[in-house]
């Protein structure tokens, strides 16, 4: 079955910086991919998506990128705010035609220091 | 629109008991899939369901269990509950408009299951 890995566990940073973490993913049929922000106590939140026949996605501070040959995609946020202090899940899914089947990383920690 | 909704938000079981918990998609939502999360596993896909039929499976054992109603709303039942089934169940919701654009999945809060 599908498998999804997620590189760092965690992630410090200073305020300002930037960030960025890697995903890889084991079925060519994955063809959505997603990421999550997760605070404590609270439910994931969509932060942003690409799908395969797109190399690149931004939005803000926000952007995304996919490799579909070395099947490897990448969150990168830019000039990071103590507020994008959360955990990140990054997921595959679409196979069979469904995005409702997504398979997660195991998440990265991100602390952005004042 | 309203968000995703769930019910109960907070449960405590007995080993051996079953236990069953409700979610509502977000209204137009016609496809709702469940996850547990737990600290050591953590994000797992349990199952979707599509216009009242599962539509794709994790690798569960056959004690997790669910449906989906004409309206859409879903319900996952755990049946001989173990200590090991503690944790926060989510389920979310989606369009299902495939790679033109929207699917996107929307999650609810979580039902926070503790097994005694």
């Known amino acids: 079955g599908e498998n999804v890995e997620q590189h760092p566990s965690t992630l410090s940073v200073q305020e300002g910086d930037s960030a960025v973490i890697k995903c890889t993913y084991s079925d060519s049929a994955s063809n959505y991919f997603p990421w999550y922000k997760q605070e404590l106590g609270k439910r994931p939140q969509l932060i942003i998506d690409?799908?395969?026949?797109?190399g690149e996605k931004k939005d803000q501070r926000i952007a995304v990128t996919l490799n579909k040959t070395a099947k490897h995609f990448s969150l990168h946020i830019t000039e990071t705010q103590p507020e994008d202090s959360a955990v990140y899940f990054c997921a595959a899914g679409g196979r069979g035609g469904s995005q409702g089947n997504l398979i997660f990383g195991k998440g990265t920690k991100l602390s952005v220091k004042p | 629109k309203a968000g995703v909704t769930q019910t109960p938000r907070y449960l405590i079981k007995t080993r051996g008991q079953q236990v069953t918990l409700s979610c509502s998609p977000i209204s137009g939502h016609r496809s709702v899939s469940w996850y547990q999360q737990t600290p050591g596993q953590g994000l797992q896909f349990l199952f979707e369901?599509?216009?009242?039929?599962?539509?794709n499976k994790g690798n569960f054992p056959g004690r997790f269990s669910g449906r989906q109603f004409s309206n859409s709303r879903s319900e996952m039942n755990v049946s001989t509950l173990e200590l090991g089934d503690s944790a926060l169940y989510l389920c979310?919701?989606?369009?299902?408009?495939?790679?033109?654009?929207?699917?996107?999945?929307?999650f609810g809060p979580g039902t926070r299951l503790t097994v005694t």
């Open positions: 690409i799908r395969s026949n797109v």
């Open positions: 979310a919701s989606s369009s299902n408009a495939g790679l033109a654009g929207g699917g996107e999945q929307y």
């Open positions: 369901y599509f216009s009242e039929t599962q539509r």
